[in-house]
């Protein structure tokens, strides 16, 4: 029953093992990044997206979405992914090259979005210091295959290995490139507006508080965290110490939050999780 109901992944999956780790906030701003240099993807954003009004929303509604179908129980995520369907079922853009119109359910799309997402979780989780096996990396591609077909994908088409990851890469390279849309949308998110309240000093004249200086660090750390194609693409963010000084920086920043209380990044979903995990092991019937 749902009271005992484990999800599409459970706690002894690749995918729980990965989303635990608070530095995946980097990596969400990662994918969007990676996302926006799609030139269909990203126009479909600008046409349909609310986002330069209501950026903080919406990121909480993609934070509680994705930690929905982490996790929520099975029928939490299948109601999660129904409604996304749904949503995007009803939308159109144009294609400002062509004059086309598309439809955003376009398989094609969501696979981009969906492969840039999870190998951003993946990367950027390992690149911290979480130790994953190669072969946990491929469950983990693998296991985030349920999470596709949530979205209308056929599991069979999304790449399940990270070697498949680095081919589909390889193939959608030639369709992507630098829009004005995405220079905006890059611009956007490297200083969006701050909340309410973090965005008090800049009310005050200090156009540079603390809030934006440690926004303005994780930006630069999600960009050069970009595949050396992809920063290239952004202006030949590429030089030699990029990556390392990423890394350093990321695992630095994984050790200053493995020191805050767990408590504080664990969302009522987590916690729900957990609880059902603990019943479950508890039961005689438990494997």
């Known amino acids: 029953m749902d009271s005992d109901d484990l999800g599409l992944f459970g706690p002894g999956s690749v995918t729980w093992k990965v989303h635990e780790e608070p530095i995946l906030i980097v990596a969400g701003l990662r994918s969007l990044y990676l996302q926006a240099l799609h030139p269909r993807a990203m126009a479909g954003v600008a046409q349909n997206s609310n986002y330069r009004t209501d950026a903080w929303g919406r990121l909480v509604r993609t934070a509680t979405y994705v930690a929905t179908t982490v996790y929520g129980t099975t029928a939490e995520a299948e109601q999660a992914g129904a409604r996304l369907r749904r949503l995007h079922a009803r939308l159109r853009a144009t294609d400002h090259g062509t004059g086309e119109e598309f439809r955003i359910d376009d398989p094609a799309l969501l696979r981009w979005v969906h492969v840039t997402e999870v190998e951003s979780f993946l990367s950027t989780a390992r690149r911290a210091g979480l130790p994953l096996s190669d072969d946990e990396v491929d469950g983990y591609y693998t296991e985030q295959r349920r999470s596709a077909a949530l979205v209308g994908l056929d599991p069979a088409t999304v790449p399940g290995t990270a070697a498949e990851v680095e081919a589909y890469y ?118």
């Open 170 to 287: 390889r193939a959608v390279r030639p369709e992507l490139r630098m829009t004005r849309e995405a220079a905006e949308t890059a611009l956007f998110l490297t200083a969006p507006p701050l909340p309410w309240k973090l965005s008090l000093p800049a009310r005050l004249g200090l156009t540079l508080g603390p809030p934006r200086w440690a926004y303005l660090g994780i930006a630069g750390t999600a960009l050069a965290l970009l595949p050396p194609w992809a920063r290239r693409m952004y202006g030949g963010l590429g030089l030699p110490t990029t990556e390392l000084s990423a890394d350093l920086t990321l695992r630095a920043l994984r050790l200053a939050l493995g020191a805050v209380p767990r408590r504080y990044f664990e969302g009522p979903l987590l916690q729900a999780a957990k609880e059902r995990a603990e019943r479950h092991a508890a039961t005689p019937l438990a494997s």
